[in-house]
């Protein structure tokens, strides 16, 4: 593509745009990209550049090093720190899963993708996934649920039944079933999966960009920036991941893990 820009190299999430797409990074390979608020803060401000930027027709994310997103940082919330952009919460997780945009976006999974990644997925509009990818909501093995959408969204996406699987084993998916039963768009050899992603932005980027977003406002229901089918499954979420922190269950999940111990249940 032409235009093309260095990216920047000043928070937790780069951005580079190539052309008309805004490429976003999320940059700490250290951790698997685990999402903190310097994460959330990065892209929830690249996606705002983006949607008020009528020279970005596309945005696609993708990760670091050999990670896609490995979910929450659990060191930062050990340490009791915010994960969200400090200015803007109702971004939600990443600054992206609630965060509502008019310009198409497409995930460039490549690699670690389980909970919160999947989850970015899930808020994407189209997916492209390495052949390494796993895909899977595994929180209901920590005592939680998935509380970034993917509880609601995973449903809306799969057959329910296949959903339903995920959801209540917390197994993960491989990229290859992912693309069978229609969670994803393409699959792609490891290491190509940006190229791909630049490669259909571009197959969306030659379109008139006014009638694009307006389909894209259409197809997903967005009024005056909200998905509005998305309101209930929100405050579903929100009420039931309340009463599931405060469940013993909760509190034994993370305790076994880092033990590296069976949980021990107790349905309260």
């Given at each position: 593509m032409d235009g093309s820009t260095p990216p920047s190299s000043s928070s937790a999430a780069l951005t580079e745009r190539r052309g008309n797409v805004l490429l976003i990074t999320l940059n700490r390979p250290e951790a698997r990209n685990a999402v903190n608020a310097a994460v959330s803060t990065g892209v929830g401000d690249a996606l705002h550049e983006a949607q008020h930027d009528p020279e970005i027709r596309a945005v696609v994310i993708t990760g670091a090093g050999q990670s896609f997103c490995a979910g929450a940082d659990l060191k930062a919330i050990s340490r009791r720190e915010n994960l969200y952009h400090p200015e803007h919460g109702e971004w939600g997780f990443a600054g992206y899963v609630q965060h509502v945009i008019d310009k198409p976006t497409i995930a460039a999974v490549n690699g670690t993708a389980l909970g919160g990644g999947t989850e970015l997925a899930l808020?994407?509009?189209?997916?492209?996934?390495?052949?390494?990818?796993?895909?899977?909501?595994?929180?209901?093995?920590?005592?939680?649920?998935?509380?970034?959408?993917?509880?609601?969204?995973?449903?809306?996406?799969?057959?329910?039944?296949?959903?339903?699987?995920?959801?209540?084993?917390?197994?993960?998916?491989?990229?290859?079933?992912?693309?069978?039963?229609?969670?994803?768009?393409?699959?792609?050899?490891?290491?190509?999966?940006?190229?791909?992603?630049?490669?259909?932005?571009?197959?969306?980027?030659?379109?008139?960009?006014?009638?694009?977003?307006?389909?894209?406002?259409?197809?997903?229901?967005?009024?005056?920036?909200?998905?509005?089918?998305?309101?209930?499954?929100?405050?579903?979420?929100m009420r039931e991941m309340g009463a599931v922190l405060r469940s013993a269950d909760a509190k034994e999940g993370p305790l076994a893990f880092a033990e590296k111990r069976e949980p021990r249940w107790q349905a309260k």
């Open positions: 808020a994407s509009d189209l997916v492209i996934a390495e052949e390494r990818t796993m895909f899977g909501l595994p929180e209901v093995k920590r005592g939680l649920i998935a509380a970034a959408g993917g509880v609601f969204r995973i449903v809306d996406q799969l057959p329910r039944k296949v959903a339903m699987e995920l959801l209540f084993t917390g197994e993960p998916m491989s990229s290859a079933d992912a693309l069978t039963w229609g969670l994803i768009n393409q699959v792609v050899p490891d290491g190509t999966v940006v190229e791909a992603a630049l490669a259909l932005a571009e197959r969306i980027t030659v379109n008139a960009p006014l009638a694009v977003w307006a389909s894209k406002r259409v197809a997903a229901g967005i009024d005056d920036g909200v998905i509005t089918g998305d309101e209930a499954g929100w405050t579903r979420t």
